[in-house]
């Protein structure tokens, strides 16, 4: 028999939100902590199956004028839509969705100085006042403040939870919410690539999960050591795509991984925020 939802408090004050593939993990300061874990609570009891309903459509293309009925699908059809040019599903933005929408039913009746969801290393963000938020990253640790525009912050890569085209360990990206960190980080590190190289292994990705929304694409089950060379060209590669989706206003900063090299790649009205 399958569990529903389940709420369990963490050390920390920290709330820990599970139902079958979703696990939040859930920060917030202040006296409205718990009320804040409360209305996450409440909105949690449906997520899952709201997704299940419309999970079809959220495994294909988008195509024009698409509309979905549940606001978490919503909201990821809404983060793909300017990437109509290259092949990618709703699915790409699932994780960031989540937390984004959790986060929005936290704050609808509560003003926390700062609340956060993480759904999987994919994190939607509230700051305010003197409030900032720090994660550990491929380049170090990244802190956020309340001034910058950063309000998600996501990560994909070959060894992620999720699977990818390209060979990036990590790339990590910041965004004006999670679904738009997320559906990026999945591209760019699609993007961080050497194609045909005889050390990268691929698998189509229908064998290793049958319903996956990649169907029959390849994506990277293990990476040899590569020369500096190699890994140089594969992280321009995603540096190029990350200069157009920051030139575009779609993320806000990017940094790649790969055997040991990163490139930071920052939009120049970024403020607030730094590397450490």
Not at 44 to 59: H, M, N, P
Request: aromatic share 4%.
């Amino acid at each position: 028999m399958s569990m529903g939802p389940q709420a369990t408090l963490l050390p920390g004050d920290r709330l820990h939100l599970h139902h079958g593939p979703i696990d939040l993990i859930i920060g917030v300061e202040g006296p409205e902590r718990r009320s804040c874990f409360r209305a996450a609570t409440d909105r949690f009891q449906t997520v899952l199956q709201g997704l299940v309903s419309e999970l079809a459509d959220l495994r294909r293309p988008l195509i024009a004028n698409s509309h979905f009925a549940n606001p978490i699908a919503d909201r990821m059809g809404r983060a793909v839509q300017p990437y109509h040019d290259v092949f990618v599903t709703p699915m790409a933005a699932v994780a960031g969705a989540v937390a984004d929408e959790v986060l929005a039913a936290m704050l609808r009746h509560h003003e926390p100085p700062k609340a956060y969801v993480n759904n999987g290393g994919d994190i939607a963000l509230h700051l305010t006042g003197r409030a900032s938020f720090a994660v550990l990253g491929p380049a170090g640790e990244i802190t956020v403040n309340t001034g910058d525009a950063v309000r998600g912050i996501a990560t994909s890569g070959w060894r992620g939870r999720s699977h990818s085209r390209g060979i990036a360990d990590a790339v990590t990206v910041l965004a004006r919410s999670a679904a738009a960190a997320d559906v990026a980080a999945t591209l760019i590190a699609n993007a961080v690539d050497l194609p045909g190289h005889p050390g990268v292994t691929r698998k189509p990705a229908s064998e290793l999960s049958p319903d996956s929304d990649l169907g029959n694409r390849l994506v990277t089950t293990d990476v040899a050591a590569l020369s500096a060379t190699d890994v140089h060209q594969a992280l321009q590669n995603g540096r190029r795509l990350a200069e157009q989706l920051i030139k575009a206003d779609q993320v806000l900063d990017v940094v790649i991984s790969l055997q040991g090299q990163t490139e930071t790649v920052q939009a120049p009205t970024l403020g607030a925020y730094t590397h450490a």
